[in-house]
């Protein structure tokens, strides 16, 4: 009852959702396209451009939020929801693009030379055969980057300014000033959203097509 009444939750939520919702949508295209691109292509510069793609997964967060909030800080970005943005799709873009990567290892082309002989153009084929088919790979490698999204502490809290607030954040901030009940029950319903957008993920991942 006190959480629902707790205005400053929801003001972080709303900042939360729309953070992840923005990073995930835009992640969701050019992830992938990345993956396309590293599928159909081979030479020294997709090698350097699996290593952009790969390099976010396996590096600390910390020396991510460090290295976004220089860049950011030399760019003369203004730090707020927006750095936050692109602080997120930065590594979201990574997920999404080895999820579908690795739903096109197994992906029959010859469905799209069918569809080309039939009369198709590039574009139809695309559109009407390729990309229903990636549907699950994509939403899998999409509710991965929104999980992702929503939970992020480490990365958040390096590029946020005055007034950009995550919900992650504010947990943290909470939990400083001597944990308030509230915060039980709001954590407990982050990890009943984040177990079902994981296991929505997984449950696409294991579709045939």
Not at 97 to 111: E, G, K, N, Y
Not at 147 to 169: E, R, W, Y
Not at 177 to 184: E, K, Q, R
Request: aromatic share 10%; hydrophobic share 55%.
């Amino acid at each position: 009852r006190k959480l629902a009444q707790d205005h400053d939750v929801w003001a972080a939520l709303t900042k939360t959702l729309w953070i992840a919702v923005s990073s995930t949508l835009t992640s969701a295209v050019l992830g992938t396209t990345a993956a396309l691109a590293l599928n159909r292509w081979r030479g020294r510069l997709q090698q350097v451009h699996y290593g952009l793609i790969y390099v976010p997964l396996v590096l600390p967060e910390i020396l991510t939020g460090i290295s976004l909030l220089l860049f950011f800080v030399a760019s003369g970005l203004r730090l707020g929801l927006f750095s936050i943005y692109l602080a997120h799709v930065s590594f979201c873009i990574s997920y999404v693009a080895m999820v579908v990567l690795a739903r096109l290892q197994d992906f029959d082309f010859s469905v799209i030379e069918a569809a080309r002989d039939l009369g198709a153009d590039w574009w139809t084929a695309t559109w009407r055969v390729l990309l229903p088919l990636l549907a699950p790979g994509i939403a899998a490698g999409a509710l991965l980057a929104f999980t992702l999204s929503v939970d992020d502490f480490v990365i958040s809290n390096f590029v946020a300014g005055p007034g950009a607030t995550t919900l992650p954040i504010y947990i943290y901030s909470s939990i400083k000033a001597g944990s308030p009940p509230m915060i039980n029950a709001l954590s407990t319903l982050l990890l009943v959203i984040t177990s079902v957008a994981v296991w929505a993920s997984q449950r696409l991942l294991r579709e045939r097509t």
